[in-house]
């Protein structure tokens, strides 16, 4: 039985992903169906079927699922707020669907009043991505979702072109 570290302590847990799923690793994984008629759009309707969903891989093996902002870098794919539940920490080989590479992984101030990095501002985790991993996600029919977060982030915020 291997240990997972949580935040404020360690947690024994059996083994989620393998030796073969590296940190920042991307990977289509099938979504519990229990998660995804729980849930919904604005129309009340499953916002997606068992479609296989990209996440990237955890240190501690789980998975982040991830999406992309509508006003941002079309290649930069970010930490869904959406998908967060202890579906994401119960992940195994079994479940994984596809492997897409490496992704780069960063971090992004978000953008706020003072402080900036290194002085305790707020920071989005960011996975960078080439287009043909994109067009290949698209073709192969895993879902990315697009969330419109609004004009706090994105070149609107950072008062770019629009």
């Given at each position: 039985m291997s240990t997972a570290y949580h935040r404020s302590s360690a947690v024994s847990s059996p083994a989620l992903l393998s030796d073969a799923y590296m940190e920042n690793d991307l990977v289509a994984i099938c979504v519990p169906s229990e998660i995804v008629e729980n849930v919904k759009d604005g129309n009340d309707t499953p916002s997606s079927s068992l479609q296989p969903r990209l996440c990237a891989v955890r240190p501690d093996g789980g998975v982040h699922p991830l999406c992309i902002h509508e006003d941002d870098v079309e290649t930069d794919l970010f930490c869904d707020p959406r998908s967060v539940g202890p579906w994401t920490d119960e992940v195994t080989d079994s479940d994984i669907v596809g492997t897409y590479g490496e992704g780069w992984y960063g971090q992004r101030p978000v953008p706020s009043l003072g402080g900036g990095p290194g002085y305790g501002a707020e920071a989005d985790e960011i996975w960078s991505v080439d287009?043909?991993?994109?067009?290949?996600?698209?073709?192969?029919?895993v879902e990315v979702p697009v969330l419109d977060v609004g004009i706090a982030h994105g070149e609107k915020a950072r008062g770019g072109a629009l």
């Amino acid at each position: 039985m291997s240990t997972a570290y949580h935040r404020s302590s360690a947690v024994s847990s059996p083994a989620l992903l393998s030796d073969a799923y590296m940190e920042n690793d991307l990977v289509a994984i099938c979504v519990p169906s229990e998660i995804v008629e729980n849930v919904k759009d604005g129309n009340d309707t499953p916002s997606s079927s068992l479609q296989p969903r990209l996440c990237a891989v955890r240190p501690d093996g789980g998975v982040h699922p991830l999406c992309i902002h509508e006003d941002d870098v079309e290649t930069d794919l970010f930490c869904d707020p959406r998908s967060v539940g202890p579906w994401t920490d119960e992940v195994t080989d079994s479940d994984i669907v596809g492997t897409y590479g490496e992704g780069w992984y960063g971090q992004r101030p978000v953008p706020s009043l003072g402080g900036g990095p290194g002085y305790g501002a707020e920071a989005d985790e960011i996975w960078s991505v080439d287009k043909e991993v994109l067009e290949r996600l698209a073709l192969d029919g895993v879902e990315v979702p697009v969330l419109d977060v609004g004009i706090a982030h994105g070149e609107k915020a950072r008062g770019g072109a629009l």
